[in-house]
């Protein structure tokens, strides 16, 4: 065991050797200072030693940059990227580039506005200014519509017939409207009969689909959802042909693979029935189905041309009612009762009382005075009410566009209703200038 005096010895010589090691060092940082950082050159030799030559100390960036597409959902690669260069193609130019080629029409009617997505915070002193543009995007814009301009020795009804059909194609053409539609014909029309089944089991149902139909729209059937039994026929089989026993086509004459002469089948009836179950959308749950709205005018009306088609519809004997009817479908904004009542939904703008009074005139003049089928008769009605309230400098685009795709379909019902249209808008216009 060590003496007290010797405890304190072997202190004072670990604070001797201490200082000593701390004096060489400084003074040997201080000598490569002045003979040119040698202590550095040695670290540098051996990092050279430990890394070899031919692997970077910082790798490049060999995962693709993508953007998705916000309308259709594809990933679009962008091999040019460069963060750091301003020439290189960006994520925003990428997709630019991908919606002018893919979603745009041959008319340059682009029918979605894109899903906007981050931004940046609007500055505090230009907060004041934020209630002008505080309305979100519609789903299509009519923005690129050019007003009406007529060419010398062009009619105005010539200019105006233009820009409908330019405007409906545009949606016509646009992805959104074609999924709307693909969608919509997955729902079967149902006959009347079933159509009684689904009312007494589910007075509420609003679109109905078999399992595997809600399946493939990526919809699934709640647990616990009771099914709604419906009938459906089995048809008897179809005949073959005599000479080479392929299967007729109901209603042919002839064998479609050896040409013979068949005997054409009278109307075919079935003898069975099997109860199958379909689902309300109520019942269901998973993706949201794809939605197409039509717009409901806000704002004021044209006076003049409300009151010029009150006149007319006066001294033609026709009664046009505002009175409320609270017990109404709320998306009913007007009917035409013939032969000579119209009503229109008091409740609404003015704009679109207008609107709807345009569009039930039409109705009138189409199906009461010139005495067209009613097969088209939205089609022709709404766009004959878009062209007479345009010619007033009244527009309706915004709603009449989508309202006639919706009943169009496509562009060849609008071509071949052009001329009843240019007819009704014609004769409306003719009787609003007198």
Same mark, same amino acid.
């Given at each position: ?32 200072? $002045? ?17 070899? $030559? ?17 309308? @259709? ?22 997709? *630019? ?8 029409? $041959? ?9 906007? +997505?981050?931004?940046? /915070? ?5 907060? =004041?200014? %934020? ?7 519609? /789903? ?66 609003? *679109? ?8 493939? !729209? ?15 026929? %089995?048809?008897?089989?179809?005949? &073959? @042909?005599? +000479? ?26 079935? #003898? ?12 269901? +749950? ?11 005018? &806000?704002?004021?009306?044209? +006076?003049?041309?409300?009151? #010029? ?19 109404? =479908? ?41 005495? !067209?089928?009613?097969?088209?008769? /939205? ?15 009244? =527009? ?18 609008? =071509? ?6 240019? #007819?009704?808008? &014609? ?8």
């Amino acid at each position: 065991m060590k003496t007290p005096q010797e405890s304190i010895q072997a202190q004072a010589n670990e604070v001797i050797q201490f200082t000593t090691w701390l004096s060489v060092a400084l003074f040997m940082l201080w000598v490569g200072k $002045k003979v040119g950082g040698w202590e550095k050159k040695i670290a540098n030799d051996i990092l050279d030693v430990a890394t070899p $030559k031919e692997i970077p100390v910082r790798l490049p960036q060999t995962r693709p940059v993508t953007v998705i597409c916000p309308i @259709c959902g594809k990933v679009v690669e962008i091999p040019k990227y460069d963060l750091k260069n301003p020439r290189s193609v960006t994520r925003s130019e990428a997709l *630019r580039q991908h919606i002018e080629k893919e979603h745009t029409s $041959k008319l340059g009617l682009q029918a979605q506005a894109l899903l906007i +997505e981050g931004g940046e /915070e609007v500055p505090s002193r230009y907060r =004041d200014l %934020v209630g002008l543009v505080n309305e979100p995007l519609p /789903e299509y814009s009519l923005s690129v519509l050019p007003a009406v301009e007529t060419a010398t020795g062009e009619r105005k009804i010539d200019a105006v017939m233009a820009q409908l059909k330019a405007g409906v194609e545009g949606i016509v053409d646009s992805y959104q409207f074609r999924l709307f539609l693909n969608t919509m014909a997955k729902f079967h029309d149902y006959s009347i009969g079933n159509q009684i089944l689904i009312m007494l089991q589910k007075p509420d149902a609003t *679109r109905v689909a078999g399992y595997n139909t809600w399946k493939d !729209m990526e919809r699934w059937v709640k647990p616990g959802e009771k099914g709604i039994a419906i009938l459906a026929p %089995v048809m008897p089989p179809r005949a &073959t @042909c005599a +000479e080479c026993d392929a299967r007729i086509p109901r209603g042919a004459r002839y064998c479609p693979k050896c040409g013979a002469a068949v005997d054409i089948e009278g109307e075919v009836s079935p #003898r069975f029935f099997k109860v199958v179950h379909v689902f309300d959308l109520g019942q269901t +749950e998973g993706k949201p189905l794809p939605e197409f709205e039509v717009p409901v005018l &806000t704002g004021e009306k044209n +006076e003049a041309l409300f009151n #010029r088609l009150l006149a007319l519809m006066e001294r033609s004997g026709v009664t046009v009612s505002f009175e409320s009817r609270p017990y109404q =479908d709320p998306g009913i904004k007007g009917q035409y009762l013939p032969p000579s009542q119209i009503w229109v939904r008091p409740e609404e703008h003015g704009a679109q009382q207008l609107k709807t009074l345009l569009h039930e005139v039409a109705h009138y003049y189409s199906e009461g005075v010139l005495r !067209m089928p009613r097969q088209d008769a /939205e089609t022709i009605a709404e766009s004959a009410a878009y062209v007479v309230g345009a010619h007033y400098g009244f =527009d309706t685009g915004v709603r009449s566009f989508p309202y006639v795709a919706l009943w169009s379909r496509d562009k060849k019902t609008l =071509d071949q209703n052009l001329n009843a249209i240019r #007819r009704v808008a &014609t004769t409306m216009l003719e009787g609003l200038e007198k």
